[in-house]
């Protein structure tokens, strides 16, 4: 690196486009200039941000802040990410395409309202003695979060809603927002998530991958009763019809009241409501499929059907990346997948006194970073959403047309429950002394789940 010679020295930091573990610093190193800068070049490899050794070596001016000052003008340039090129070709985004030539300014917009979770700091200790930052490990629960977010968007608002920056957002989308704040009282948390992680075997501050975090939100999930979601996940890359629509059938609340009626109340009932007045509703469904598509890297015989999931109306993009190293995926170009990146860390974000959240630092502005789709790790998990039971109904149609016409499938579609297989029983919240999400305050009370003995799809 070139230097401007002076007496003074600054500390540099050195970062590339693919952040490590430890997020998006990779390198800190001593270098001999004086004057404080922030340097930009066109390769994010290539890129530095430096200020005085004496402001670092201060008691008072601690390495976090002065990454908290300087860590919005870093993700704000545009020089950090490549631009889509100038092709024909179609993009598809979480079920909907877009022609990139025509329609640039459109993709962007759908891909930065998804909501985009990251790295947080300064939040209150996870478990009250834990870390009070998931830098450097809670990339996949990150991850996880988006998907679940996006399930909740399409859920509430629907697929086709947009964000627009600085705009008044629907109390719903508020709503969504909060379940994902970084405290301990907010559903779907970095601190919810650690702790119930640790039913599944993992410490907290330690590394998840997409199972895991497939499992936790199943779990987190019958606790929030506002969403109402029915999460599955498959095993043994199986997805099994009988047992999805046996967990999602639930009797309205009249049937419920009227089952519990005497005889003549019962009759008087249903004749006055009608034959559907005990017909089954659908629960939302989030269905989850972990796989393994490769032993040390990505089967190329699997590529095809991979791409097809991102274009179902119902898809929810894929968990995944590399070892200790995950992304969220929502889409691809040609072979390249799209995805969001969570190796950013910034500043934890609370509600704000009129019960608002500031959402700038929940969306992705730029444009997103790509990778080749064989440069996936084979673990990976895709998310679907269906909100009704049509919605499943035509998914299951896709599937055997796209999906199950390939020789090696990715993964399998079944009517009935395997005979070999433990009886399917749905998920049911514990009985705990609390309600909602605050009853995981200890790892103790993880007990009154039944752990699971599903493996952990990861190549370390």
Not at 298 to 327: H, R, T, W
Request: charged residues 25%; hydrophobic residues 40%.
């Amino acid at each position: 690196m070139e230097s401007t010679g002076s007496s003074g020295r600054l500390w540099e930091l050195q970062f590339e486009r693919s952040s490590g573990r430890g997020g998006a610093f990779a390198a800190v190193s001593v270098s001999a200039i004086s004057s404080a800068e922030l340097r930009v070049p066109g390769s994010l490899a290539a890129a530095v941000v430096k200020w005085p050794v004496e402001l670092a070596q201060d008691d008072s001016w601690r390495m976090e802040s002065v990454l908290s000052k300087y860590e919005n003008q870093i993700t704000i340039f545009a020089d950090y990410l490549e631009e889509f090129p100038d092709t024909d070709e179609l993009v598809w985004i979480l079920g909907k395409q877009h022609l990139l030539k025509t329609e640039k300014s459109k993709l962007l917009s759908d891909i930065s309202a998804r909501l985009w979770f990251t790295y947080r700091r300064k939040f209150s200790p996870i478990g009250g003695t834990g870390p009070s930052s998931d830098a450097g490990w809670g990339c996949m629960l990150r991850c996880g979060q988006m998907m679940l977010a996006q399930a909740l968007i399409c859920r509430h608002l629907g697929r086709d809603w947009n964000w627009e920056r600085q705009k008044e957002q629907p109390k719903e989308y508020q709503r969504i927002l909060q379940c994902f704040l970084d405290r301990k009282d907010c559903c779907y948390s970095i601190h919810q998530m650690a702790q119930m992680g640790v039913g599944e075997g993992k410490s907290i501050g330690e590394w998840f991958g997409p199972n895991t975090v497939a499992q936790v939100l199943k779990k987190l999930a019958l606790f929030d009763e506002w969403n109402s979601l029915a999460v599955y996940v498959s095993m043994d890359n199986t997805v099994v019809i009988e047992d999805i629509k046996k967990m999602c059938h639930t009797l309205p609340l009249s049937a419920e009241t009227a089952a519990e009626s005497p005889p003549e109340s019962l009759n008087a009932s249903t004749q006055s409501k009608g034959p559907s007045a005990c017909s089954p509703a659908w629960k939302p469904l989030l269905l989850i499929v972990p796989l393994r598509l490769g032993i040390n890297q990505i089967n190329p015989v699997y590529v095809d059907a991979f791409k097809e999931c991102f274009k179902m109306p119902q898809s929810l993009g894929a968990l995944g990346g590399k070892p200790n190293n995950a992304y969220y995926f929502i889409g691809f170009l040609g072979d390249e997948l799209i995805f969001l990146d969570p190796h950013t860390t910034q500043t934890f974000v609370d509600t704000e006194e009129n019960g608002t959240v500031d959402d700038q630092t929940f969306h992705c502005l730029q444009p997103p970073q790509r990778m080749n789709i064989l440069n996936l790790d084979p673990s990976v998990a895709l998310g679907f959403f269906c909100k009704e039971e049509k919605d499943f109904d035509s998914w299951c149609s896709l599937v055997q047309k796209e999906i199950l016409k390939e020789n090696l499938r990715m993964f399998e579609l079944v009517q009935k429950h395997p005979s070999h297989w433990p009886p399917f029983v749905p998920p049911a919240k514990p009985e705990v002394t609390t309600t909602g999400a605050e009853f995981i305050d200890s790892t103790e009370q993880l007990e009154e789940f039944d752990l699971e003995e599903d493996f952990e799809i990861l190549s370390i």
